[in-house]
Each structure stands twice: as C-alpha cells, then as structure tokens.
C-alpha cells in the first residue's frame, strides 16, 4: 500500500488583489490534512479502480462516477498524466481532516495527495511543479480563473510569496507565529466573490485599482516583517489589509461578527482569509491568549477553529 498526504492552507495576505497581478502571502496548515491510499485490488479488471472517500460519502468504481465528479476528475487526470490503461486494478482511498468549502484548500489538497500517491505507488515520479501545475488544472475546472496560490502553497508546503504568472517563492519565517483560523460556518463562494469584485473593477477601475495596490503593498511590507520575525508588527497589517478587504465589498456580516470577538479578546491582528462572503477568519495571537480568542470566536458564532502555528 503507498500513502500520500497533503496539507492545508489559508491566505495571510493578499487575496482578491492577487488576481490582478499584486503579491499575496500563504502558509500551510499541517494541523489539517488530506491522506491517499492506494493498494492492489486482486480480482477486478485490470486497469479499473475503486474509489472510497467516505468524507463525501463515495464508494464506487471510477468508470461509473459521473464524469464531473470533482475526485473522478482528478482521477482521470493523473492517469492521462502517467498513461496509464492496463495496471493491476487498484483501490484509491481518500480521507481529509481539512474542512470542505471552507477557503482551507481541501479540493486541492485531495488532488495532490492523489497525484503523489500516484507517483509512488507507480513508481513514477513527478516535480513539485508539475503537480502544482495539475492541481491548478483541476482548480481551473472548478473555479474559472484561480489566481494559482491555493495548488502552489498546498504543493510545495512552505511559506509562498506568490504574483501570478511569476515562478513561486518559497520563504523563511523568521520567527514562529500563533493563528487561530475560526470558521463563520457560511461556505464562501470563491467564484461568486472574484466575479463580484471584477463587477465592481470594471463599473470603477480607478477606485478599485487602488485598493489592489494597497492590498499588494499590505503584502509586501508583510513578507519582510514576517523573515525579519517582527511579529508585533504583523497585527496592524493584517487589521489594514481587512479594512480593505470590507472596502472591496467582501466581508460580511458574519465574519464582522468573529472579528468584533477576536478584538475584544485581544488578537494582535485579525482579518478575513480567503475569498470572503463567507468562509474564515484568521486571528494572530499570543500564544497563551489563543484559547480565550478562540472561545470568544466560538461565542460569536464560529463553527469550528483551528490553532496553527507558523513556521514551526
Ligand atoms: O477561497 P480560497 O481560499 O480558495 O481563496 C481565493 C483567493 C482569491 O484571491 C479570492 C482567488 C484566487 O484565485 O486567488
């Protein structure tokens, strides 16, 4: 049997501007994961494969799937990849810790753990770019025109400063950080979002290229502070790159609500991650005053949070 796994992601920086070219900043989370298994089925056909990921509750053979189904897609994807047709019939499992629809990478993550499981059990290995360059193939079937931070972060599983269009670029965090990621429990609708944000650029580009920039500048100035390990200093750039964000029109009321309680609880720096009108926000913390941040978020309304530590 071969395992593989991929990991979690949020946005610290940089969201929405990141489409129209400006940098965004992300890490991944490795407190939450997606496994893939795949092992030898004797008896079936060869070249068929059984799919099992009881977290969206499939159970079935991949030539019977519809089509459009998201893991079918990635299946067939990496057997285009790797040309393969007449193999040992295999079982492919899935299981993810990463909350669904959330803005924390899972569809992403499913297909890489897939396309490194794949590697290894057929002993054919891929690059680190090339599975991202896959992932952000199965993103472009779901979600239009990603800006591609989610597949690179999620593949190479470091800290990226991302510009779309530019090579990735890895970086170091000078000194660890706290973040509690709480979950407003609304699904944030990535494509919704960006198309909303594109109405409004084209009904006022001046207004809103503006905002882009200074998004941009927010993560710029936060990739030096976070190598030069300035922690303190990364609080009110994250609370500038929210007021922001609710500028762009992608806050809600909901996420209002989980900021108001970071605040009141003494976050260093909150703001939402991701494509917004939904989804999470993200705290930074000390680290002894995560657990009254976190039940603070709890209390105004969080559905779920997720301590992570980055740079750890
Ligand atoms: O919803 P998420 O976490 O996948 O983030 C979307 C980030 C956007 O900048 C809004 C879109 C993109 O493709 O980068």
Aim: proline share 7%.
């Amino acid at each position: 049997m071969t395992t593989a796994t991929a990991p979690g992601k949020i946005i610290l920086f940089g969201e929405h501007a990141v489409v129209y070219g400006e940098p965004a900043i992300a890490v991944p989370v490795r407190e939450v994961s997606v496994e893939a298994e795949v092992d030898d089925l004797r008896g079936a056909s060869p070249g068929t494969i059984f799919l099992e990921a009881p977290d969206i509750g499939l159970r079935g053979w991949l030539h019977e799937a519809p089509p459009d189904q998201p893991l079918a897609r990635t299946l067939q994807l990496v057997l285009d990849e790797f040309d393969l047709h007449e193999f040992t019939p295999i079982r492919v499992h899935v299981h993810s810790t990463i909350p669904i629809a959330a803005g924390l990478g899972s569809g992403t993550a499913v297909t890489v753990a897939v396309i490194r499981a794949f590697a290894e059990h057929f002993r054919l290995p891929l690059p680190l770019q090339r599975q991202s360059e896959l992932a952000y193939e199965i993103e472009v079937l779901h979600h239009g025109t990603p800006s591609g931070i989610d597949n690179t972060v999620v593949t190479f599983e470091r800290p990226i400063y991302f510009v779309r269009g530019t090579p990735p670029e890895p970086f170091d965090i000078g000194s660890p950080f706290t973040i509690v990621i709480a979950d407003t429990g609304k699904p944030s609708p990535t494509s919704q979002a960006v198309q909303k944000v594109r109405r409004a650029w084209e009904a006022d580009r001046e207004r809103y290229e503006a905002l882009f920039e200074a998004i941009g500048q927010t993560a710029r100035e936060a990739r030096g502070v976070i190598e030069r390990g300035q922690v303190r200093d990364l609080g009110p750039l994250m609370d500038h790159n929210q007021a922001l964000l609710e500028a762009l029109g992608v806050s809600c009321e909901e996420i209002q609500a989980l900021i108001a309680a970071a605040r009141s609880a003494k976050a260093l720096g909150v703001k939402l991650s991701g494509a917004g009108l939904g989804g999470n926000v993200i705290a930074l913390v000390r680290s002894e005053s995560a657990k009254r941040v976190e039940d603070a978020m709890h209390g105004a309304g969080a559905v779920r949070t997720i301590l992570t530590q980055v740079g750890r």
